[in-house]
């Protein structure tokens, strides 16, 4: 894999270039005690001080909510109005961390599985990566048990390394990557072979994956397992909406007078709504059973049917979760009981 150097000065730079040209640039920004993602317009606006973002980065490409097309009744007509794929910008998003950036493999093995979602290819394509390897992590951070690691590359065009002098080794990923590179060249210098390794966080291994994999079919019908599990469970959907892999949706149709709209917008297997049928039967009837649904989804179907795991260590559903459930912590309890 090919490495450049961005000096502190020309990753400055670059920034501004990216935010005068053809892209629009979405990075980390502190909002009084939170980081999020947001476009900014300065490089002054982006932070560097946080393990991960209160979001996943996965809204870039698949927005909270999304107007899939328009309609209009004229007299005994009714006209559609096409998604306008022009309405999607190029887009650099910038100090992803390599953990939302793996979750993009899984989102797009679910929206590409029978079928390609047009959408949502058309605005990852759009879509330039740029990574940010972690130097820190905390204690809800447990990629290395889902085969990541805090200077992983999967999922990034280019990753950066920041280095004690504040330059970044730049490990140029994809084609995308190595465009923007010379697209920018003279920003670039060349890599001084400095060590990767000893400038990345260390995040224990929490638990063995394949041991997770192999035991987790057998727990499906031990409901009693799943209740003392989801016992705390407030079936708020918080864990969902900040995850990189949920690809959970909702399809609504919402008009105002003659003219409406059909938007996809996210929502959550852990919502007692969702699989409420017309007849008011809801085959999931308890917070126990949506919680199965939950980790059998992303440790089970998903690697059966897709060849993925659903789940990138990130921590971000522990962190949110109003009473304190840690799914690290739970998967764990898969193997040991």
């Known amino acids: 894999m090919e490495r450049k150097l ?9 920034i501004s270039k990216i935010i005068s040209g053809k892209y629009q640039l979405v990075a980390p920004v502190k909002v009084d005690a939170l980081v999020d993602f947001r476009r900014i317009k300065s490089a002054d606006e982006i932070t560097e001080d946080y393990i991960v973002t209160v979001s996943s980065a996965k809204s ?6 999304e107007k899939l097309f328009g309609f209009e009744k004229n007299n005994k007509k009714l006209e559609q109005t096409d998604f306008d794929f022009d309405s999607i910008p190029h887009t650099v998003l910038l100090g992803v961390r390599p953990c939302d950036a793996m979750g993009f493999a899984s989102l797009t093995s679910i929206f590409c599985w029978d079928s390609v979602d047009k959408i949502y290819t058309t605005r990852l394509e759009r879509t330039i990566i740029i990574g940010m390897s972690c130097a820190k992590a905390d204690a809800s951070c447990f990629c290395t048990s889902v085969k990541g690691n805090p200077g992983n590359t999967a999922g990034n065009d280019l990753l950066l390394t920041k280095t004690p002098d504040g330059d970044y080794i730049t490990e140029i990923v994809t084609e995308k990557g190595a465009k923007l590179v010379a697209e920018f060249y003279e920003l670039f210098r060349e890599d001084k ?3 990767k390794e000893p400038l990345l966080a260390n995040v224990p291994e929490v638990f063995e994956l394949d041991g997770i994999l192999a035991k987790i079919n057998s727990k499906f019908d031990d409901e009693v397992f799943w209740s003392e599990q989801a016992m705390r469970c407030l079936g708020c959907g918080a864990c969902a909406y900040v995850c990189p892999t949920c690809a ?4 609504q149709d919402e008009s105002h007078g003659k003219t409406g ?14 699989t409420l049928h017309t007849s ?11 919680w199965r649904q939950r980790l059998m989804h992303k440790f089970s179907y998903m690697p059966d049917r897709l060849n993925t795991v659903g789940c990138v260590g990130c921590g971000r559903c522990s962190r949110a979760c109003p009473v304190d459930m840690n799914i690290a912590e739970h998967l764990k309890s898969i193997i040991d009981n």
């Open 60 to 65: 870039v490409a698949f927005p909270r909510n």
């Open 280 to 290: 008011g039967h809801n085959p999931r009837q308890n917070q126990g059973q949506r």
């Open 6 to 14: 961005l000096t502190k000065d020309s990753y400055k730079l670059l």
């Open 261 to 274: 709209q059909r938007v996809r917008c996210w929502d959550s297997c852990g919502l007692s709504l969702f």
């Open 193 to 195: 072979g400095a060590e």
């Open 248 to 251: 959970c949706f909702d399809i």
